[in-house]
Structures are given as C-alpha cells and as structure tokens.
C-alpha cells in the first residue's frame, strides 16, 4: 500500500521554538506539498517541491522554510514558531508529468501542531 | 487564482438515501477537479476526479457532475452508509495548482 508517512500526529511546542515535521512518500514521486489545514479555510498551500533540492512558495509561506535534500522526504520547519502557526499540517505528494492520475495528490494523516 | 466554496458546511442525510454535495469555483480556467473525502484524525483521500473536457464521471456508488457554464460540481453518493461519515472536499486545478473548497460534514444517520 502506497503512503504518505508524517512522523508526527501531534506535536505540543512554545512560542519561539523551532520546530520540524518531517514527511516521506513512498511512491517516488517527484512533487511533494506542505498545506495547512483550518477550520472554515481549507487547505492552503504554503511550499511545494517539484525535484530535490527544490522549493517553491505557496500562498503562505511566511513564517516557514522547507527543505527536500532526497526524493521520497520534504521538511516543514518553524524557525520559530508562534501560536498563529496553531494547525493540522497536512504533506501530500504527486508524481507529475501528463499521465492519467499523474496530479492526484496523495495525503498523509496529518501532524496537529499547538504552539503554546 | 480561484476561489473554491462548498454550499453547506453540515449535510445529514438518512442512511440508504442518496446525498448530494456541492461545490462552487471561480475561474474559468480551472480544468481537473478532484472530490476527497477526510475521516476524523485522517489525511484526504481520493474519491473520484474529472476533467474539464466531460460533465460527467462515475465511480464506484459515487457521481460527480460537472457545469462549466455556472462552474459547479456535485458529487453525488448512492445508498450513503455509515462509514460515508466525513469531511468532503472538492479541490480545482489551474495552471498546476490545487484550490481547495473548506468541506461539508456528512452525517449519516441510521
């Protein structure tokens, strides 16, 4: 079964932290995504990836950085986190290209972060 | 950009009766649209997606219609069950990027 794997459920962190969520996919796709997830807003995009090494800006990206050093895993970090960073995180991947599917995004469960 | 709306933030429906979940976009443009369905304590996954070149696709007990002319989409589900409980969202792609609709809860009740 193919999955997207976020190492954190639930993360408990002070303002000023720095924080990292950490995300592997397994289907050795080439586009990976950090989206945000809150109540009456969606799912908002803050970096994505289209290659190691590489990182674009989303809608939202102040206040985070990313990072993809390998294929399969994309970072989420929070220099320095702050309680309006309060959320469901969500990772997603996608293989790319102009096949059949080759844009599905495929989700993981989700890291739920509460800064204090 | 675009700007993804779903008409009903709660939808409770009867289990066996069929349901019927809307969603608005914006732009145009926008030309692959995916519904995903979110449980509880769960990431989105896939139900069923169209592309803009066809009003209409079927799946496994699942529909989903497609109107250009007022940019709307269903996804309509037949004889809902209890596990059909969730979140769903529906989700437009322009220009290789994803705009998400904030959800209707689904509520089955037996």
């Known amino acids: 079964d193919v999955k997207v794997t976020q190492s954190s459920r639930y993360l408990v962190k002070r303002t000023g932290e720095k924080v990292f969520l950490e995300c592997v996919q397994d289907?050795?796709?080439?586009?990976m995504f950090w989206y945000r997830q809150d109540p009456g807003l969606g799912l908002r995009l803050i970096y994505f990836?289209?290659?190691?090494?590489?990182?674009e800006k989303g809608d939202i990206p102040e206040g985070y950085s990313v990072s993809r050093e390998k294929k399969e895993r994309f970072s989420l970090i929070l220099e320095s986190a702050s309680t309006n960073q309060t959320s469901m995180y969500l990772c997603a991947s996608s293989s790319g290209g102009s096949g059949s599917g080759a844009n599905v995004l495929t989700f993981g469960a989700g890291s739920r972060l509460t800064v204090l | 950009g675009e700007s993804v709306g779903l008409h009903l933030p709660t939808l409770s429906v009867q289990e066996g009766d069929n349901s019927i979940i809307n969603c608005a976009y914006s732009n145009s443009a926008s030309d692959y649209f995916i519904w995903y369905k979110q449980e509880s304590g769960k990431g989105p996954q896939f139900i069923i997606d169209?592309?803009?070149?066809?009003d209409k696709r079927q799946g496994q007990r699942v529909t989903v219609l497609l109107n250009k002319t007022v940019k709307h989409l269903s996804l309509q589900i037949a004889a809902t069950q209890p596990g059909d409980s969730a979140v769903y969202f529906c989700?437009?792609?322009?220009?290789?990027?994803?705009?998400f609709g904030s959800g209707t809860k689904l509520n089955v009740k037996p």
């Open positions: 289907m050795d796709h080439e586009n």
């Open positions: 989700a437009a792609n322009n220009f290789n990027k994803f705009y």
């Open positions: 990836s289209y290659d190691v090494k590489m990182k």
């Open positions: 169209i592309r803009s070149n066809m």
